[in-house]
């Protein structure tokens, strides 16, 4: 198999940037309700059409959700996440459901730092268009093809998004 990349890195394109500066609006539970729903809904049917047993990227968003909830602390929510890390480690070799366990990890994550919503995207995009697309096309498709699934993340949380937030979360980004 070709080398593939794991995730997008054009931090300058549009999407990229009008999602960041979305997220930097939005408190950290509109921001974590978006990515898990978004995770469960659009990644988590690619990495179980693999991975049909592996019930890790689904408890990392349940145990998510309980933190929102106040149902558990953050060093039990850390655990499963880490699990959805190594279910996407473990993954090696299915780019499009490893993408998307890294993607599931990120939207569980955006529990401790808003800045791993953006994961959702990152490696989501991928994921998507690895699924669709196949591997044998050319990285400039499927980057194409993921900043158009960016552009429906961002319509996503534009959709829940709310106007003057008051408590915003506070993101220093790192690219």
């Avoid at 689904?58 to 309980?66: F, I, M, N, P, S």
Wanted: hydrophobic fraction near 40%; charged fraction near 20%.
């Amino acid at each position: 198999m070709k080398k593939y990349r794991k995730m997008l890195s054009n931090w300058q394109a549009d999407p990229i940037q009008d999602l960041m500066r979305l997220i930097e609006t939005q408190s950290k539970t509109t921001l974590v309700n978006w990515a898990v729903d978004y995770a469960e809904i659009h990644f988590l049917p690619i990495y179980y059409r693999s991975y049909t047993l592996d019930n890790r990227p689904q408890l990392a968003l349940d145990y998510a959700r309980k933190w929102l909830n106040k149902e558990v602390k953050l060093p039990e929510v850390k655990k499963y996440i880490m699990g959805c890390h190594q279910a996407a480690n473990d993954a090696e070799g299915n780019p499009a459901a490893q993408a998307a366990a890294r993607a599931i990890g990120q939207a569980a994550s955006s529990i401790h730092s808003a800045m791993h919503s953006l994961g959702l995207a990152l490696y989501g995009g991928l994921a998507i268009a690895y699924d669709q697309l196949g591997m044998d096309k050319p990285w400039e498709e499927h980057e194409t093809f993921a900043l158009n699934e960016c552009q429906k993340m961002l319509a996503a949380l534009q959709a829940v998004a709310i106007e003057n937030e008051p408590d915003p979360v506070k993101v220093k980004w790192f690219c």
